[in-house]
Structure formats: structure tokens, C-alpha cells
């Protein structure tokens, strides 16, 4: 099966990025496949494919990791890979959004990744962000940077108060995601 770790955020917060996409869906000339407001989530760590036997461990292991609940919020809209007013290019493929506060994100992490380092290897770059969409092509490159560079983003609060190991059925119209574990944080 095909796992990650995940944090989802609150309701309130779906409800909000979903009106955003909305908003940008209108506003941006480019083609993007945007995230389902079901499926918006932070990925801490993808799993790759997993039998059993391998899921089982990796889920005990998580039970140990004893971290505090943190609070995250909205920051700001991004693009990967990277891009500037003066070189936004064709190579722009993610949109997503990044937060305030990720300084606790990066710690969760971090200590994932050491619980799970003799099964898997570090995370080459880990970036705290949600995926909004997946860009499949830009028609006007100024307008979309200049949309991007003034659209004002609320810096909504939230609490994160667990993180969840999950399973990702791909299909023809999207993933389907099922919650393997949830985590509670203390």
C-alpha cells in the first residue's frame, strides 16, 4: 500500500483555502489541477509503498514520539520551484501555501524522521507547505506573478493536535486517502 504522514488541518481552514482556490480558479491565467479540500493536507513524510508487515512497524514506532500540541497560520502563496517577478518561468509546477509557525512542523519532522531513519533515509529538503495545486501551464506570466504577489492571503490561527499515517488508493479521478493511525500530540 501507498502511505504518508500527514497533518490535516481543521474544518474552518478546508472551508477557507477551498474559497481561495475558488478565487484563484477565476483570477489566474494558467491551467492548474487543483487539491480537493478533502485531500489538502501537510505532509510530514511519504511513505512510498508498504506491505503489512512494514505499515505495522512503522506504526508502533510512531506510538513512541511524545510531542506538543502547536499552533500553526496561514502565511502566505508560493511556487515551486521557486520563482521572482524577473525569472517566473515555464518551471513553476506547485502552488501552495506556507505558514506561520512552522518552526514546530519542521521539529514533528525531524523527530519522525529519526523514529523511522533505519527504515528509511532523511528527507532530503523538507519544506513546510500545502500543495493547492499542480500548474500544468501559464498563459500570461506577469499577470499570474502580479495575481500571486498582491493577493492578500487571511492569517487564519489554527491548532494542530495530531498527525496521522495514511494510505492513498490512486485512482483515475484523484487519490482516495484512509486514515491508517492518528497520533495524538500532548
Known amino acids: 500500500m501507498r502511505c504518508f504522514i500527514a497533518i490535516f488541518p481543521p474544518k474552518e481552514i478546508l472551508d477557507y483555502l477551498y474559497d481561495l482556490e475558488n478565487e484563484l480558479k477565476k483570477e489566474l491565467p494558467a491551467k492548474i489541477n487543483w487539491i480537493a479540500k478533502s485531500k489538502l ?16 512497524i512503522i506504526k508502533e514506532r510512531l506510538k513512541i514520539i511524545n510531542f506538543k500540541k502547536f499552533c500553526l497560520s496561514l502565511e502566505k502563496i508560493g511556487l515551486f520551484p521557486e520563482s521572482n517577478q524577473s525569472s517566473i518561468s515555464d518551471k513553476a509546477r506547485v502552488l501552495w501555501i506556507g505558514f506561520d509557525g512552522e518552526n514546530a512542523v519542521l521539529e514533528l519532522q525531524k523527530i519522525i524522521d529519526q523514529t523511522l531513519l533505519d527504515i528509511f533515509s532523511n528527507e532530503q529538503e523538507f519544506r513546510t ?26 492569517k487564519l490561527k489554527f491548532d494542530i493536535n495530531e498527525f496521522k499515517v495514511m494510505k492513498s488508493i490512486l485512482r483515475k479521478d484523484g487519490p482516495m486517502y484512509n486514515v491508517l493511525e492518528i497520533y495524538n500530540l500532548r
Open 41 to 56: 493536507h501537510i505532509t510530514l513524510k511519504f511513505l512510498g509503498q508498504l506491505d503489512e508487515k512494514k505499515i505495522n
Open 129 to 154: 507547505h500545502m500543495t493547492l495545486g499542480r500548474i500544468k501551464n501559464i498563459n500570461d506570466k506577469k499577470k499570474f506573478f502580479d495575481i500571486l504577489n498582491n493577493k492578500d492571503i487571511n
